[in-house]
């Protein structure tokens, strides 16, 4: 049983906590390491497959083949999962999934985004309490690992205290408290003074969470955690610096990381999207102005892992491995053929598709961004156009609305049409149905959907968080 006192932990972060990451944090020094948040619905999709070749275990969707959870057994002994989940039930149907693979179980109570909220999760369940203790007295019950939950904190410490406590009465093994509350951004200060109260005021273990913006030492992370007087520290953004942050004996220039990094990507066979993330982050976090500039246009401009490695004297490496890979047939596992999205929210697709599931539409991940259109580009201007020409009914617009966001079902000579991504604006819910449908008839010159499609891949996570709010 793993314990949570004293313990250096990688944070959950969705994209950031992928399996290179996790294995660099350990390897550096971190004792714990969180998967990023995976939720229910689109787990309990997916099958367990031992996957040989790269000695990893993947959790593969079967319905559109991505994998949704990649990992190994130099982690096993270390790695919590976090899911996402609303439902007591279906929390211990994914526990019971994966329990063989991971050594304890969290639970998100922390994530603010509506994309998590709408669907009753995250930062949700502090406010029903009632449904949170089912969910962790349930797991408690039928899982034999440590079952944990990461929360936020309320604007009165009182209440936090309460919740704490009462979240601690399900059996519970620690709790990993981020001192904000649901409404504060990452850019406010953290209150430290809260999470000591809620460690003061608990019998289980506190982990602190939260105070990236003062740590840029190891040593300034066991400053953090007397602070909090915390049993633990679990660490995100300071991570997407640099991972090595984990390091008893310091930290190691970010272009060394880098390398550590890839080199784990490619034995991984990691997605390029989210390599290209993570190095990303990092060197937007630390270079300056004109080297930020020449790293963006020559990296990402890459189209696959050999010209990322190219940069970091590996391309030899990455065409060896991945060779070999291949010669023992080996299949990359794929990605979204316009973008990567799914990357950042595989989840609500799965749950968006579900939906869908009882009508014959045709759907993909796109998204309608008015300053890419020209007039005559526009898509609904297109498919009007199409059907002129073709002698038949203009599509017809079915818009739908759920928890504050739009969907379009566009229908079109007997064939339906939806995006996966809604939108707040009624109208660019419509132009983004007509945009899947040009897509799926071939209205748009090949070039023109790979332009639409690097973009949406440049975009960054809070810019595609924002569009698709
Ligand atoms: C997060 N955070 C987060 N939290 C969580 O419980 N599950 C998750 O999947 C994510 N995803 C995520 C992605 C990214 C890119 C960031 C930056 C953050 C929140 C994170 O775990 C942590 O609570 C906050 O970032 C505060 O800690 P730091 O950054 O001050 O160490």
């Excluded at 550096?28 to 229910?40: K, R």
């Excluded at 001192?179 to 953290?190: A, F, I, L, N, Y």
């Excluded at 966001?405 to 064939?415: A, D, E, K, S």
Aim: glycine share 6%; net charge neutral.
């Amino acid at each position: 049983m793993i314990s949570y006192c004293n313990k250096l932990i990688l944070a959950p972060m969705v994209r950031g906590s992928r399996l290179p990451t996790r294995l660099l944090a350990l390897r550096y020094g971190a004792d714990l390491v969180y998967t990023d948040e995976l939720i229910d619905l689109s787990l309990l999709m997916s099958k367990r497959r031992v996957n040989d070749i790269l000695g990893t275990v993947d959790y593969v969707n079967e319905a559109n083949g991505y994998c949704t959870f990649r990992t190994c057994p130099e982690e096993k002994d270390r790695l919590i999962f976090q899911m996402g989940t609303a439902n007591p039930d279906r929390a211990v149907a994914l526990a019971k999934l994966v329990q063989n693979d991971v050594s304890a179980i969290d639970v998100n109570m922390g994530c603010p985004k509506p994309y998590s909220t709408d669907f009753g999760m995250g930062a949700k369940l502090l406010l029903n309490a009632d449904n949170a203790k089912r969910i962790l007295t349930n797991l408690v019950k039928n899982i034999p690992l440590p079952i944990t939950c990461k929360i936020r904190i309320f604007d009165n410490v009182e209440d936090s205290i309460k919740l704490a406590k009462e979240f601690e009465s399900t059996g519970i093994s620690a709790i990993a408290v981020h001192g904000r509350t649901k409404k504060q951004k990452s850019t406010e200060p953290v209150n430290k003074d809260a999470i000591r109260q809620i460690a003061e005021n608990l019998k289980i273990p506190v982990i602190a969470n939260g105070g990236s913006d003062d740590i840029e030492t190891y040593d300034d992370i066991e400053k953090f955690r007397n602070d909090c007087g915390a049993s633990s520290v679990m660490i995100a953004r300071g991570v997407q610096k640099n991972v090595s942050i984990f390091r008893k004996e310091g930290l190691i220039p970010h272009e060394e990381v880098t390398r550590d990094y890839l080199k784990l990507c490619v034995d991984y066979d990691n997605s390029l999207a989210n390599t290209k993330y993570v190095i990303g982050k990092m060197y937007k976090a630390n270079t300056d102005k004109i080297q930020k500039k020449k790293f963006s246009r020559e990296f990402e401009d890459a189209e696959s892992m050999e010209q990322i490695c190219r940069h970091w004297g590996l391309k030899d490496y990455c065409r060896e491995v991945h060779g070999a890979y291949a010669a023992k047939g080996h299949v990359h596992l794929p990605c979204s053929p316009l973008t990567q999205l799914e990357d950042i929210s595989t989840e609500i697709f799965e749950y968006r598709k579900h939906l869908y599931k009882d009508e014959n539409i045709k759907f993909s991940l796109m998204k309608f961004i008015r300053r890419y259109f020209g007039l005559e580009t526009l898509p609904k201007t297109l498919v009007y156009g199409y059907a002129g020409r073709n002698k038949l009914p203009p599509p017809v617009y079915e818009t739908r609305r759920e928890d504050r966001l739009y969907y379009t079902v566009i229908t079109f000579n007997g064939q339906k049409y939806a995006s996966l991504i809604w939108d707040r604006e009624k109208r660019n819910a419509e132009q983004t149905a007509a945009l899947v449908m040009c897509h799926h008839l071939g209205l748009f010159e090949e070039h023109f959907l790979t332009v639409i499609g690097c973009l949406l891949d440049h975009l960054s996570n809070d810019e595609i968080r924002e569009h698709m709010q």
